[in-house]
């Protein structure tokens, strides 16, 4: 599958769990008050930004691929290399998509956005955006052993 298609899945995704929540952000039937609460490390840059910004704050003008409500992602071709760049609408969107994309690695993660693209890629670009790097499993909530 390429890229796009799994950007779009998961998009799709964020929507159906975004429509899943009522219109005041409260937990829904089967979340604890504790699965609700999303903090955000301290390393995280706590300004949110949007495609445009985190494209600009690089050297680049992004082609936007996804404009949904709750996700936004724009693609980017600089000297650096070439990278994707999400921005979600709540930071409970995000570490949902953030748990169904483990096999994009690796990622640049910060307040309310991540960028795909390769390790040298991610290491060019991470001095100018901030963040975190994850370079394995991005999920926020951890598997469940089957048994």
């Not at 890229?3 to 769990?17: E, N, Q």
């Not at 008050?33 to 999303?38: L, R």
């Not at 390769?118 to 370079?135: F, I, P, Q, W």
């Amino acid at each position: 599958m390429t890229t796009f298609p799994r950007l779009a899945a998961s998009a799709l995704l964020v929507g159906l769990v975004a429509g899943c929540t009522n219109a005041s952000g409260s937990v829904g039937a089967g979340q604890s008050a504790a699965d609700s609460i999303i903090q955000k490390p301290a390393k995280y840059d706590n300004n949110v930004y949007t495609v445009e910004q985190l494209g600009e704050k690089v050297g680049c003008k992004p082609r936007i691929q996804v404009d949904a409500k709750d996700m936004r992602t724009g693609y980017c071709k600089t000297e650096d290399g070439q990278f994707f760049v999400n921005t979600f609408a709540t930071q409970a969107g995000k570490d949902v998509w953030m748990d169904t994309a483990p096999e994009y690695n690796p990622h640049l993660v910060g307040n309310r956005w991540t960028v795909l693209s390769s390790r040298e890629v991610l290491d060019s670009l991470k001095d100018r955006l901030g963040g975190e790097l994850h370079l394995k499993d991005h999920r926020t909530k951890q598997m469940q052993p089957n048994g």
